[in-house]
T-cell receptor, first 114, second 110 residues
Framework: DTGVSQDPRHKITKRGQNVTFRCDPI?????LYWYRQTLGQGPEFLTY????????KSRLLSDRFSAERPKGSFSTLEIQRTEQGDSAMYLC????????????FGEGSWLTVV | GEDVEQSLFLSVREGDSSVINCTYT??????LYWYKQEPGAGLQLLTY?????DMKQDQRLTVLLNKKDKHLSLRIADTQTGDSAIYFC??????????FGAGTTVTVRA
């Protein structure tokens, strides 16, 4: 399967702990996106990378969130000092450039903060 | 996604056509998308339409765009049980960001 891959698929953590999610985009896709989806809602944009450069961050991305894409391939999303409000599905997506190039999503990483 | 609105639920009989409607607010949106999400899964791209088109057909799927009214619809012909899912409409305002609606839950009944 050469789609967008995310790991782990599910994570349960205690409040205050740090968690990290990994995303492997479709090979040769230079753009990588992170979205967050809560129950009953559509996905909300968090941030995106063009190669290794992080070009836009949503105001939803508080200081406790950090995303990296060090070599322009895979990306990590770290949440520090997790709060119950961080419980959501974190979706990664990738595309070959922007404009009309289609954006493909991964299966998502479910986070439950207890 | 308050700028993209969809009805929340649709129930349809197997074999009938489903029509899912969406309205958006940004007239500068260049592309509009339909994604499908099954329980616990990610988003599957179904189809998209460029804003200078008014219709696009892809097998059982037909997308209609009324740019004047900022209205987008997705018609699924011969709806099957496997079509039961949440369907999201999304607009692409910028080169990189999709704005999604809250999704329409489609239930196909026998």
């Amino acid at each position: 399967d050469t789609g967008v891959s995310q790991d782990p698929r599910h994570k349960i953590t205690k409040r205050g702990q740090n968690v990290t999610f990994r995303c492997d985009p479709i090979s040769e896709h230079n753009r990588l996106y992170w979205y967050r989806q809560t129950l009953g809602q559509g996905p909300e944009f968090l941030t995106y990378f063009q190669n290794e450069a992080q070009l836009e961050k949503s105001r939803l991305l508080s200081d406790r969130f950090s995303a990296e894409r060090p070599k322009g391939s895979f990306s990590t999303l770290e949440i520090q000092r997790t709060e119950q409000g961080d419980s959501a599905m974190y979706l990664c997506a990738s595309s070959l450039g922007g404009g009309g190039n289609t954006i493909y999503f991964g299966e998502g990483s479910w986070l439950t903060v207890v | 996604g308050e700028d993209v609105e969809q009805s929340l639920f649709l129930s349809v009989r197997e074999g009938d056509s489903s029509v899912i409607n969406c309205t958006y607010t940004d007239s500068s949106s260049t592309y509009l998308y339909w994604y499908k999400q099954e329980p616990g899964a990610g988003l599957q791209l179904l189809t998209y339409i460029f804003s200078n088109m008014d219709m696009k057909q892809d097998q059982r799927l037909t997308v209609l765009l009324n740019k004047k009214d900022k209205h987008l619809s997705l018609r699924i012909a011969d709806t099957q049980t496997g079509d039961s899912a949440i369907y999201f409409c999304a607009e692409s305002r910028h080169d990189y960001k999709l704005s999604f609606g809250a999704g329409t839950t489609v239930t196909v009944r026998a």
